[in-house]
């Protein structure tokens, strides 16, 4: 019996509007004709998508065509273009809105709960609370960094799963204030979450995690922070330079958005003389406190 090894691949291509067609084409005979030819690969088709990403004003010109043709020495197929892919769990939209991602997030989380809330008195606080933990907590902590800067309304949503499954576990009712509920269950709020998630990152290239701060460097430089007090130069820590960006999805970018996280940080977080694990433990008492 064979062995049968799946490759995944995600292969980026930019081009302007008047070349998108052209360049969907030369993007497939590349990968089909010389790449895939001269490795002995074979592309299924099936499982192959092509997503443009663009803004809501650029996408009705790069969809102009529905299907992009494939055609090798042996046979010929044709790949979708879609408006949404799965990438890791996380569903990507030609806008990066995230609001398919929300909205599946959500969908799969009150289903989990529906399921939970028949079997609650059967269950202890601390099952409930662990079975929440797998099916619910997960979910919204899961990749939570590429919601960075989109609208409020969806981790409102997410907050309000949040919100349902912190009263599933504490037995709270439906009008009860949730804000004690989650401080008791020691969870924070979904945009907190997001904004810690950041932080650890960014520390943990600091302290630890060399292929990642291999990665950081290419993005984000690290500098010390120095103002001017009464003439007298003070350091404020350390701090990631956060170049500028001139659109709102610039402004969502991990370049731009994890170094403004980092800043914000008291100058006391921001050295190295503090651990990551005591840099993680400090950093969710101050979240807290906010």
């Keep these: 019996m064979g062995t049968h090894m799946r490759t995944i691949h995600k292969i980026y291509i930019s081009a302007p509007v008047v070349e998108?067609?052209?360049?969907?084409?030369?993007?497939?005979?590349?990968?089909v004709d010389r790449w895939m030819g001269q490795n002995g690969l074979k592309l299924n088709a099936e499982k192959t998508q092509l997503m443009w990403l663009g803004s809501r004003h650029q996408l009705p010109n790069y969809l102009t065509i529905s299907q992009l043709p494939l055609s090798t020495t042996t046979s010929s197929s044709t790949v979708d273009i879609v408006s949404t892919a799965n990438d890791l769990?996380?569903?990507l939209d030609s806008q990066l809105t995230m609001t398919t991602h929300v909205s599946s997030v959500c969908r799969a989380g009150f289903f989990q709960l529906r399921q939970l809330r028949s079997v609650r008195r059967s269950l202890t606080t601390e099952a409930t609370r662990a079975l929440v933990q797998a099916f619910i907590s997960c979910r919204l902590d899961y990749c939570n960094s590429v919601l960075a800067g989109v609208p409020g309304v969806y981790l409102q949503r997410l907050q309000s799963l949040q919100n349902a499954a912190a009263r599933l576990v504490s037995g709270a009712r439906r009008h009860d204030h949730i804000t004690p509920v989650l401080v008791s269950l020691h969870w924070l709020p979904v945009r907190q979450q997001k904004s810690s998630t950041r932080r650890r990152c960014l520390c943990g290239s600091v302290y630890t995690m060399q292929p990642l701060a291999t990665w950081l460097t290419c993005v984000c430089r690290l500098t010390p922070c120095v103002?001017?007090?009464n003439c007298v130069p003070r350091r404020l820590g350390l701090c990631w330079f956060r170049p500028r960006a001139r659109t709102a999805i610039g402004q969502r970018s991990f370049a731009v958005n994890g170094p403004r996280t980092w800043n914000?940080?008291?100058?006391?977080?921001?050295?190295?003389?503090t651990t990551l694990c005591s840099f993680k433990r400090h950093l969710k008492a101050h979240l807290f406190q906010q």
């Design 227 to 229: 103002v001017a007090s």
């Design 89 to 91: 769990g996380v569903i």
């Design 264 to 273: 914000s940080l008291p100058a006391d977080f921001r050295t190295l003389d």
């Design 20 to 31: 998108s067609q052209q360049a969907a084409v030369r993007l497939a005979e590349c990968i």
